[in-house]
């Protein structure tokens, strides 16, 4: 088959996705009722006073020492008689923390920033120097200063020849920095380029890729095993100019390449990796609505760069993508549509799922030319994105969006687990329910066959008693008068034993050696009748396993009425070392106590739990075992391993008490990737692969997330540290 009867045939496949894509999400308009969509938050239109011509080029997040979003940083451009590098933060609000401009005598250009492991941020774009563009890397502070070597010489780098050379996308990597842009001044004429640098911006290599048309790199980012760029060719592809994908090694080899377009002209503005792939961004004019004109484009890919899908978004007149990224659920996309919106051109935000199928989209400017060029998602689950909107001048735009939905019901929370004895009334505690709405809510609760439904009540809180032992769950039913929320909780209802501890049992008579309880159950069960291999202190440590002390070979053996009140105790003995850590003189510990009794009604034979506390004391000086327990919490969150990880993080860390212990991952820009919940952790080292914590390298939602910079914060108990780490795959 010809190259044009296989450009013709790809032609006509395409032509049959975009209209079967139109009709699903006609049928998913149709039926999803309580689909969101975007609503402007705040929108800040600033122009800094120094000229009439500036524009945001890139946007991303901010952090504050805690590594928590604070703010947002942009780059682009400002122009007076000449233009600028521009730098501007914010803060959540959008309103200005700083504002500054770099740049000579020529006209300089921010057109990428990025975040940096030692807090500040890493810009590229272009500089005239020698009347010609050369690239510029441009390295800042987190309180936007331009930073300087031991030698007061800024961290200004230029790159270029005689030709015009411009940097259109930089990354921070393992070991450097990584640029993409073009170059005319080396190569076949316009070609892509390719430098990579080390930490201090000294060109390390440098790259070409092109034929004898224009070609460029327009987005870079680290893999796995090298780098992923994204651009457009007219040396090479199916005619005019197409998206072009190379993947090379470390040492920018090239791996692969791939081009994807029609006869019209297609390009490849934005790259970056998703789980199972790469996600770019573009536009077409080959295929789509726009005939003549162009759609934006997003095209997903396998990891060798085949296409797996692709969709394309516009109307009958010019329409583009500038950027894209994964958010929560989906992709965010950056561009601007003539197709839409208020006239002349308006800034673009569309959110689909991860299937490419659009959720919503969102225009933003007057009747002037205004263009969308970078979106990213928030830490607060919403998106900002920046651009530029033409007034009586061009003025560089940060506006937040967010999502609003119909109504949802509410939410039940009813906690627990729950435990308690019997004949002792349990509280139970729904306080956590909450409505999306913020509307007032009543609840009940389903405790038994016997009681049903409790009547609907204003309190969260309600109190309720088993008269005998008893497991399983209840329920909790929540209204906001219209839309209800259900829930259940654990429970376990228990005999109430009283446990004795030997006051000698860690004084220095003993040696340290033992803990010697004595168990005393209600009259109407027998001691004698106690399950020795269910017994257990602090949920794990069994009884010593010698007849003599726990397991009695004669059921009479060591019971006995130690506190004269006509009810005996059975007696066991513990390991002092497995019970408690190291306590001094005058230190006590509480601790608990669980087993089983048989027993036998009138209708049947049963196990029932029960259970006790008791405090054990030193009233001499006794045998050191392990760390203080006396409330004073040891805990030290340790470095993660292996690193740089690829992609799987172990993190190590130690305990000093028993305490509740919770993970947060989040990325560089502040998004909160995955929580582990790690529950109630006993105390000790957590150290090796069997027993640290482990993340596997994906989201929330089972995605694998990309090369870069991440943080985790480990809470345990009231302790909160934070600590840093690198992916590469």
Not at 101 to 106: A, D, H, I, S, T
Not at 445 to 456: E, I, M, N
Not at 595 to 609: C, I, P, R, T
Request: hydrophobic share 30%.
């Amino acid at each position: 088959m010809s190259s044009y009867l296989i450009s013709k045939e790809m032609g006509k496949m395409r032509s049959k996705k975009i209209i079967l894509f139109a009709i699903a999400v006609s049928l998913i308009t149709s039926i999803a009722l309580a689909s969101p969509s975007p609503l402007i938050e705040w929108k800040k239109v600033l122009d800094g006073g120094f000229g009439k011509n500036d524009y945001f080029m890139s946007v991303q997040q901010t952090l504050n020492s805690e590594n928590i979003n604070d703010g947002y940083i942009m780059t682009g451009y400002k122009t007076l008689s000449n233009s600028d590098v521009w730098l501007f933060r914010t803060d959540l609000d959008g309103n200005t923390i700083f504002d500054y401009k770099f740049g000579g005598n020529g006209n300089d250009h921010g057109y990428s920033i990025a975040p940096t492991s030692d807090g500040g941020y890493i810009i590229t774009g272009d500089e005239t120097p020698n009347g010609s563009l050369d690239v510029c890397l441009i390295k800042i502070d987190s309180k936007g200063q331009l930073e300087k070597d031991s030698k007061g010489q800024p961290f200004n780098h230029t790159f270029g020849g005689s030709g015009n050379d411009r940097g259109w996308s930089v990354q921070q990597t393992s070991d450097g920095y990584i640029v993409a842009g073009y170059t005319s001044s080396f190569g076949n004429g316009y070609d892509a380029w390719l430098i990579k640098t080390d930490p201090k911006g000294n060109e390390i290599w440098d790259k070409t890729f092109g034929g004898t048309g224009n070609d460029s790199a327009s987005s870079v980012c680290q893999v796995s095993g090298g780098y992923l760029i994204a651009g457009y060719t007219s040396s090479f592809g199916n005619g005019n100019s197409d998206a072009w994908l190379i993947k090379t090694d470390l040492d920018g080899n090239e791996i692969w390449n791939r081009t994807f377009g029609g006869t019209g002209n297609d390009s490849a503005s934005s790259v970056c990796q998703v789980s199972g792939g790469y996600l770019i961004a573009g536009y077409t004019n080959s295929f789509g609505n726009g005939n003549w004109y162009s759609d934006a484009w997003l095209i997903k890919t396998n990891l060798e760069g085949n296409e797996l899908w692709d969709v394309t978004f516009g109307g009958a007149v010019n329409d583009s993508a500038s950027s894209v990224c994964q958010v929560s659920g989906g992709y965010l996309i950056a561009g601007n549509t003539t197709s839409f919106g208020n006239g002349n051109s308006d800034a673009w935000l569309i959110k689909t799922d991860l299937e490419g199928n659009k959720i919503w989209d969102l225009t933003y400017g007057g009747s002037g030319k205004d263009q969308g060029y970078s979106a990213i998602g928030t830490a607060d689950g919403k998106y900002i994105l920046v651009g530029y909107i033409t007034n009586s001048g061009t003025d560089g735009f940060i506006i937040k969006v967010g999502e609003k939905e119909d109504a949802k019901p509410p939410i039940a929370e009813a906690g627990g687990p729950y435990s308690g004895n019997e004949g002792s009334p349990i509280s139970f505690d729904a306080s956590g329910s909450s409505d999306p709405d913020g509307k007032s809510l009543q609840y009940r609760w389903y405790f038994s066959d016997k009681d049903g439904w409790t009547d609907w009540s204003d309190s969260p809180t309600i109190s309720y008693t088993w008269l005998d032992d008893w497991e399983g769950t209840v329920k909790l039913e929540v209204s906001n008068g219209k839309l209800t929320g259900t829930d259940t909780a654990a429970v376990k209802v228990i005999i109430s034993a009283t446990i004795d501890i030997d006051p000698d049992t860690i004084n220095k008579k003993s040696g340290g050696q033992w803990v010697t309880v004595y168990i005393e159950l209600p009259a109407e069960y027998d001691v004698k009748n106690i399950d020795p291999k269910t017994v257990m202190i602090n949920d794990k440590v069994p009884p010593v396993m010698d007849p003599k002390y726990g397991f009695v070979s004669s059921e009479n053996d060591y019971i006995t009425d130690v506190d004269n009140d006509g009810i005996p105790e059975r007696m066991f003995k513990f390991n002092r070392s497995d019970v408690a850590s190291t306590l001094d003189t005058g230190d006590s510990v509480l601790v608990t106590l669980i087993g089983g009794v048989k027993y036998k009604n009138e209708f049947d034979s049963d196990l029932a739990d029960f259970g006790g506390t008791d405090t054990i004391k030193v009233m001499d000086k006794g045998k050191s075992i392990a760390t203080r327990v006396d409330g004073n919490i040891s805990f030290a969150a340790l470095s993660p391993y292996p690193q740089p990880c690829n992609p799987e993080v172990w993190i190590p860390y130690t305990l000093g008490q028993d305490v509740d212990v919770k993970i947060r991952i989040y990325n560089d820009r502040g998004q909160l990737i995955r929580i582990l919940n790690l529950g109630h952790q006993a105390a000790g080292l957590y150290l090796n692969r069997d027993k640290s914590a482990h993340w596997d390298g994906k989201n929330e939602s089972g995605e694998e997330v990309s090369s870069g910079i991440y943080f985790y914060i480990i809470r345990a108990g009231d302790f909160v540290t934070t600590k840093k780490f690198v992916i590469i795959r």
